[in-house]
């Protein structure tokens, strides 16, 4: 019975954990709104970010040693950079593909009367 009450505790303290701005919040705060990142985690992102500017991006946080994609992943919901969910990078689109989906696409014809 016991391990029950723990295990609904712990679910019942990840349903409550907040959305953090990463690039205001103190160390404890970050700590406690993001899975996988402990104080330590926490306290090298803000110093990261004091020596090296906001973060613009979700994934600017792995250039924190310890954090890599996954944990980026897993709370991308929950981090925020301004006053809304953290920007995520999309992957570049080169030229060519869009040339192809221009080529596919077919052109309208104008009717003339």
Not at 44 to 55: D, L, M, N, S
């Amino acid at each position: 019975m016991k391990k029950l009450i723990l295990l609904l505790s712990l679910f019942a303290f990840n349903a409550i954990a907040a959305p953090v701005n990463v690039n205001t919040a103190d160390a404890k705060t970050i700590s406690e709104a993001l899975s996988g990142i402990g104080l330590k985690k926490a306290e090298a992102i803000v110093k990261y970010r004091t020596e090296k500017g906001p973060f613009k991006t979700a994934e600017d946080l792995t250039s924190v040693k310890g954090i890599g994609k996954k944990i980026v992943e897993k709370n991308k919901k929950d981090i925020l950079l301004e006053g809304s969910p953290a920007a995520v990078a999309e992957p570049k689109k080169d030229n060519k593909s869009k040339d192809a989906a221009a080529a596919v696409e077919p052109k309208k014809e104008s009717k003339s009367k």
